[in-house]
């Protein structure tokens, strides 16, 4: 019997079946010690999750790489590097209504890989997508735990595709804007207020609306630190380091036209007077594709929104509801509506989701997840079907001109289709690439306040002088019956009815060619 100076002797496991280093004893029956078992390892997180959201941010988007573009966006930012690399000025002989990151990176990437493709920018969008998955995965991880991160980061990559192909598939300014978005929340959840300022900068170098992203970075920032000088040391910080990237670029580029391009001359842009009927159907039919992209993650939230559940204050809070209602801010500003528009709304949706399913019951997980699967299934077999005849019209459009137009003579499009200017590899006549910067066009308006004399303005004299100094080749009329018709602008309609003559009619386009006279 074990003495009472060695009370388990008799128990002791042999030194044969002695377990490794962190493995524990199990109590048997009547109080004896079984051999020992191995401790339960942590799984590990990051190796397993990071590889998963890149696979899926690759198969979502598959479909984008069927195409050599998918929307006219896309073209523009093409046709624009193209310009830069030929020495254009950005926000002078180079001009579009958004700051410069973008146009940077196409450049860069055309660099690097050659003009002929979007391919690297398209590969681009898929590291984008997954490092907004994998930023939102971490910050859900931080409040809730791995089981949240995991929820948070797998659900918001199919949700990133439930919008119309042409708006998710493509390459365009939201897609890249996404990661500094998450990545600012990221930075202000864990008081980091310089790279969250840093993150805000980002988000609003890519698109003006990624600014929104300062409103729940101050609200951490005020929620987080105490009044008095720290919180004033802290909002200097995280305010400095948002203006001070932006003034940068402002006086690299030129900061006037960087001014005016990106803030104080898209007055009429931003108005719908005249098209409400037509640009509020636009946004409900959006709206309603959106709600059907993130059914998996809207349905939770809804259920603990509507039930009221205990916890539900501690989960979804204050800074969450903030950033989605700037986003929607975001969504709504200029009154367009545009599909694409509608991506800024998904990153604060998944962590609201997350954080749902993390109050829910854990039979809500798989409903949700098979949810996100069939609406993502539903969205990849619409983006496999979906038509291209604008893309089709825009190179059978260029190819018209090339017959006209030798490689080294400019060419004008006159039209909402810039990515003619790519598919003919004709350099543009103009700095204004569509006929909505000179006819306010392009806000998708059907008709109401369309004309020179809504254009951006001073842009008029600016074009004529363009036509006047090196005339074009070749001027395509691709307005195709729509209101900015030549007809309707009294400088183009005397420019052609002077110098051009009509040689041929493709695919309800009219092609001029200059003339000696």
């Known amino acids: ?3 009472a100076s060695d009370p388990l002797r008799s128990a002791r496991v042999p030194a044969s ?5 962190g493995a524990v004893r199990v109590p048997g029956p009547r109080g004896r010690l079984l051999p020992s078992v ?3 390892r942590p799984r590990p997180f990051w190796p397993l999750l990071l590889p998963v959201l890149v696979l899926l941010a690759a198969l979502t988007r598959i479909p984008s790489f069927r195409r050599p573009l998918w929307n006219p966006d896309e073209g523009f930012l093409a046709t624009q590097a193209r310009m830069l690399a030929d020495g254009g000025v ?19 990437a055309f660099a690097v890989f050659g003009d002929g493709s979007l391919w690297p920018l398209k590969a681009a969008a898929v590291l984008a997508v997954a490092a907004t998955a994998a930023l939102l995965a971490s910050t859900a991880r931080r409040r809730w735990g791995e089981r949240a991160g995991w929820i948070a980061g797998v659900l918001f990559v199919p949700a990133s595709i439930g919008l119309n192909p042409e708006d998710a598939q493509a390459a365009n300014f939201e ?3 996404l990661p500094f978005t998450a990545a600012a929340v990221w930075c202000a959840d864990r008081r980091r207020w310089r790279a969250a300022g840093l993150a805000v900068a980002g988000a609003f170098l890519v698109k003006q609306t990624g600014g929104a992203v300062l409103l729940p970075a101050v609200f951490l920032l005020w929620r987080a630190v105490p009044p008095g000088v720290r919180r004033r040391v802290a909002l200097a910080r995280l305010g400095a ?13 030129d900061w006037r036209g960087f001014l005016f391009w990106t803030v104080t001359g898209s007055g009429s842009y931003a108005s719908f007077t005249g098209s409400e009927l037509h640009v509020l159907g636009r946004g409900l039919l959006n709206t309603a594709i959106l709600a059907a992209g993130c059914a998996g993650l809207l349905a939770p939230l809804a259920a603990v929104v509507h039930a009221r559940m205990p916890g539900r204050d501690r989960v979804l809070t204050a800074d969450l509801w903030v950033w989605l209602a700037a986003s929607a801010a975001a969504v709504l500003s200029g009154f367009h509506f545009f599909g694409h528009y509608y991506l800024q709304l ?16 854990a039979g809500w997980l798989p409903r949700s997840a098979l949810c996100c699967v069939l609406s993502c299934t539903v969205f990849l077999g619409w983006s496999a079907v979906a038509g291209s005849a604008g893309l089709d019209h825009a190179r059978r459009v260029a190819d018209a001109a090339c017959r006209y137009a030798g490689p080294q003579e400019k060419v004008l499009f006159w039209g909402m289709h810039p990515e003619s200017y790519w598919f003919a590899d004709r350099a543009p006549a103009s700095r204004y690439l569509t006929a909505g910067l000179l006819t306010n066009f392009s806000g998708g308006r059907d008709g109401h306040r369309v004309g020179q004399r809504y254009g951006v303005a001073g842009s008029w004299p600016v074009f004529r002088a363009e036509l006047d100094e090196d005339p074009p080749k070749v001027i395509v009329d691709d307005s195709r019956g729509k209101p900015y018709a030549p007809s309707r602008m009294p400088s183009l309609r005397y420019v052609l009815a002077s110098h051009y003559e009509r040689v041929e009619r493709v695919d309800g386009a009219v092609v001029y060619v200059r003339t000696e006279r």
């Open 1 to 3: 019997m074990p003495t």
């Open 17 to 21: 079946r002695t377990a490794p280093p």
């Open 38 to 40: 191995p401790a339960a």
């Open 90 to 108: 950005l926000y002078d002989t180079v001009v579009d209504r958004k700051p410069p990151l973008l146009p940077w990176l196409y450049q860069g």
């Open 175 to 177: 897609v890249f804007m």
């Open 241 to 253: 380091c948002f203006l001070l990237p932006v003034a940068v670029v402002a006086v690299v580029t």
């Open 346 to 361: 998904m990153p604060p949706l998944a962590l609201l989701g997350a954080g749902a399913l993390h109050l829910l019951p």
